[in-house]
């Protein structure tokens, strides 16, 4: 069954410098599609440029980016996500001066089915639903609270009706409940057959939710596994998670949940 | 959306249509002479509105857009005795390519860098025409008043002019609110809120920001080639006189930046409160520096004007003010 699972997302020896800073150093790994990656990693590992550099934010110094089997290192973000790559942004970006509904409907206007504006409408009102943001339609996107901005976040990418999803620290200020309730969502997406690369920092979510885990640390990829495998690993543990018994623990919260 | 169902555009037409009629109803023609200046200044700053209020550009040299449809209009109707209608096209057409042709090179700088390249750009323009001599050099150009005799001598002319500014008016509302309640003017405002947020969101930036900035320049250089015929001269610094950018940006600033009916109250607004300081003993000389403290005043207390402040007070009236 494996052999048939094809790579939505290939990411072969990317770096990318910043002057004398190498934010990401010759990383490679591949997403099957339908999987949930999990990326993980120390503050200023890497991760959000990596994020920064597959959609397109920056060029990659070097190496390349393959999204369904296209080249598209070095193109323009417009250009990705109409392809149907969508991301989310770790800080969120909302349209403050637009209304819940304006800043969905722009994201299914421009994305990947370039959609007019009544069939973004509908589209939008769906996603809207979905993430449980319909009762906020008409608000302006500026007045929400932060759980709510990351929803609207999250809605403005799916309603680009991407292949794919890049969601950085979507659960990031979120409490327990929120939490729970975005990770059912992140679910629901993955069920839709949304291929899904996500960046956390709440552990316990993210081992849940994670078929798969990569661990960037100082730019480069130093390790590759499925959740419990990396929990375990003693790499892992000395570069990013520091403690060994925080393996366990993470471990228990995820049987638990 | 349905968008043309909503009161507010029918509201903003059917103002500019009673003031348009005003002259007729009155007779009046020092009343046609104020409506053609209200007129103007409605048109001018409802095209800015497009670039300043829609995408988040401040264009403080938009009225290169004005100077250089009225010069290459003039010259047209001047030099090669072309009809006025064409003359008024060219002028538009050419306001619309050196919009297109700065697009690509200003639009890819942000916020006060742009703007300040926007002076800079109007500053060139009006220095290569003063010196250039097909187009007069500082002196300019002036048509013969027997020019007029082919538009039924210089009564029917003004009439005609003002019927003329009277539609480019209305276009330029139907414009304004057509991109206002379009994809292409959703991709604007989400460059106006974020820049970066819309690329990612799929905004091609570059085209949309060169497109309003395209759509912005047409009317003004359409403008120019009446203003400055109805003139019977133009010179390079009455045609590209950077105060009248400013004005032009208080008008939007005034009457709510981002909205239809905005620019439109700004502009009747600023030419009332301007033709009273013209003609106050007191004040005459002080009517751009009054401009200015508007604007000061504005920004720090009511960033959206008075439509837009009206809109956040009142939510009920969001279908009648836009």
Same mark, same amino acid.
């Given at each position: 069954?494996?052999?048939?699972?094809?790579?939505?997302?290939?990411?072969?020896?990317?770096?990318?410098?910043?002057?004398?800073?190498?934010?990401?150093?010759?990383?490679?790994?591949?997403?099957?599609?339908?999987?949930?990656?999990?990326?993980?990693?120390?503050?200023?590992?890497?991760?959000?440029?990596?994020?920064?550099?597959?959609?397109?934010?920056?060029?990659?110094?070097?190496?390349?980016?393959?999204?369904?089997?296209?080249?598209?290192?070095?193109?323009?973000?417009?250009?990705?996500?109409?392809?149907?790559?969508?991301?989310?942004?770790?800080?969120?970006?909302?349209?403050?001066?637009?209304?819940?509904?304006?800043?969905?409907?722009?994201?299914?206007?421009?994305?990947?089915?370039?959609?007019?504006?009544?069939?973004?409408?509908?589209?939008?009102?769906?996603?809207?639903?979905?993430?449980? #943001? &319909?009762? /906020?339609?008409? =608000?302006?996107?500026?007045?929400?609270?932060? +759980?709510?901005?990351?929803?609207? %976040?999250? *809605?403005?990418? #799916? &309603?680009? /009706?991407?292949? =794919?999803?890049?969601?950085?620290?979507?659960? +990031?200020?979120?409490?327990?409940? %929120?939490? *729970?309730?975005?990770?059912?969502?992140?679910?629901?997406?993955?069920?839709?057959?949304?291929?899904?690369?996500?960046?956390?920092?709440?552990?316990? *979510?993210?081992?849940?939710?994670?078929?798969?885990?990569?661990?960037?640390?100082?730019?480069?990829?130093?390790?590759?596994?499925?959740?419990?495998?990396?929990?375990?690993?003693?790499?892992?543990?000395?570069?990013?998670?520091?403690?060994?018994?925080?393996?366990?623990?993470?471990?228990?919260?995820?049987?638990?949940? | 959306?349905?968008?043309?169902?909503?009161?507010?555009?029918?509201?903003a037409?059917?103002l500019v249509?009673?003031?348009?009629?005003?002259?007729?109803?009155?007779?009046?023609?020092?009343?046609?002479?104020?409506?053609?200046?209200?007129?103007?200044?409605v048109?001018?700053a409802s095209?800015?509105?497009?670039?300043?209020?829609?995408?988040?550009?401040?264009?403080?040299?938009?009225?290169?857009?004005?100077?250089?449809?009225?010069?290459?209009?003039?010259?047209?109707?001047?030099?090669?005795?072309?009809?006025?209608?064409?003359?008024?096209?060219?002028?538009?057409?050419?306001?619309?390519?050196?919009?297109?042709?700065?697009?690509?090179?200003?639009?890819?700088?942000?916020?006060?860098?742009?703007?300040?390249?926007?002076?800079?750009?109007?500053?060139?323009?009006?220095?290569?025409?003063?010196?250039?001599?097909?187009?007069?050099?500082?002196?300019?150009?002036?048509?013969?008043?027997?020019?007029?005799?082919?538009?039924?001598?210089?009564?029917?002319?003004?009439?005609?002019?003002?019927?003329?500014?009277?539609?480019?008016?209305?276009?330029?509302i139907?414009?304004?609110?057509?991109?206002?309640?379009?994809?292409?003017?959703?991709?604007?405002?989400?460059?106006?809120?974020?820049?970066?947020?819309?690329?990612?969101?799929?905004?091609?930036?570059?085209?949309?920001?060169?497109?309003?900035?395209?759509?912005?320049?047409?009317?003004?250089?359409?403008?120019?080639?009446?203003?400055?015929?109805?003139?019977?001269?133009?010179?390079?610094?009455?045609?590209?006189?950077?105060?009248?950018?400013?004005?032009?940006?208080?008008?939007?600033?005034?009457g709510?930046?981002?909205?239809v009916q905005g620019p439109l109250v700004g502009a009747a607004?600023?030419?009332?409160?301007?033709?009273?300081?013209?003609?106050?003993?007191?004040?005459?000389?002080?009517?751009?520096?009054?401009?200015?403290?508007?604007?000061?005043?504005?920004?720090?207390?009511?960033?959206?004007?008075?439509v837009?402040?009206?809109?956040?007070?009142?939510?009920?009236?969001?279908?009648?003010?836009?």
């Open positions: 069954m494996m052999a048939q699972v094809e790579n939505i997302l290939q990411v072969k020896g990317v770096t990318k410098r910043f002057g004398g800073l190498t934010a990401v150093n010759n990383v490679t790994f591949d997403l099957p599609r339908g999987q949930i990656l999990g990326l993980i990693g120390p503050n200023g590992a890497g991760k959000t440029t990596l994020f920064n550099v597959i959609n397109g934010v920056y060029a990659p110094t070097e190496g390349h980016v393959i999204f369904k089997g296209t080249d598209i290192s070095g193109w323009q973000p417009y250009d990705v996500v109409k392809l149907g790559l969508a991301r989310t942004h770790q800080i969120v970006r909302p349209l403050n001066d637009l209304t819940v509904l304006e800043n969905v409907m722009a994201g299914a206007c421009y994305g990947h089915e370039n959609r007019p504006l009544k069939e973004a409408q509908v589209i939008a009102d769906e996603v809207m639903e979905f993430l449980g #943001l &319909a009762e /906020r339609r008409d =608000m302006l996107a500026g007045s929400l609270n932060v +759980a709510q901005k990351k929803r609207l %976040e999250m *809605a403005r990418a #799916l &309603a680009s /009706r991407p292949y =794919m999803m890049l969601l950085d620290e979507v659960l +990031a200020g979120l409490n327990p409940t %929120e939490i *729970a309730e975005m990770v059912e969502v992140v679910l629901k997406i993955r069920e839709q057959g949304v291929t899904i690369l996500i960046i956390e920092h709440v552990m316990h *979510a993210l081992m849940n939710v994670s078929d798969r885990v990569i661990v960037l640390d100082y730019g480069q990829l130093i390790a590759e596994g499925s959740p419990e495998e990396i929990a375990n690993n003693p790499k892992v543990i000395e570069a990013y998670l520091g403690d060994p018994d925080l393996a366990k623990r993470l471990m228990e919260n995820a049987d638990g949940d | 959306m349905n968008s043309w169902k909503y009161p507010a555009f029918w509201i037409l059917l249509i009673i003031g348009g009629l005003l002259p007729v109803i009155t007779g009046s023609n020092i009343m046609r002479e104020n409506m053609f200046l209200i007129l103007l200044s048109a001018l095209s800015l509105n497009i670039l300043l209020g829609y995408a988040g550009y401040v264009s403080f040299g938009h009225i290169v857009f004005f100077g250089v449809g009225g010069y290459i209009g003039f010259y047209l109707l001047a030099v090669q005795n072309t009809p006025l209608w064409l003359a008024i096209i060219a002028g538009g057409i050419a306001s619309a390519v050196l919009a297109w042709l700065l697009g690509a090179a200003i639009l890819r700088l942000r916020g006060a860098y742009f703007a300040l390249a926007t002076i800079g750009v109007n500053e060139a323009v009006r220095t290569f025409i003063n010196n250039f001599g097909p187009l007069g050099g500082p002196i300019g150009m002036e048509v013969n008043f027997s020019i007029y005799r082919q538009y039924g001598g210089a009564a029917t002319m003004q009439w005609t002019t003002y019927w003329i500014v009277l539609g480019l008016t209305i276009a330029a139907v414009l304004s609110y057509a991109v206002k309640f379009s994809r292409f003017g959703l991709g604007l405002m989400a460059i106006r809120e974020d820049e970066d947020a819309a690329m990612v969101m799929g905004v091609r930036t570059p085209s949309a920001k060169t497109m309003a900035y395209v759509l912005s320049a047409i009317i003004p250089g359409m403008m120019g080639v009446i203003f400055f015929f109805r003139n019977s001269s133009i010179e390079p610094h009455e045609a590209f006189r950077l105060t009248r950018s400013i004005e032009m940006i208080v008008m939007v600033m005034l709510g930046q981002g909205t607004l600023y030419e009332a409160i301007r033709s009273f300081l013209l003609t106050s003993p007191l004040f005459k000389d002080l009517q751009l520096a009054f401009a200015g403290l508007l604007l000061l005043l504005i920004i720090l207390f009511v960033p959206s004007g008075v837009g402040w009206l809109r956040s007070r009142y939510r009920k009236l969001w279908r009648v003010l836009e």
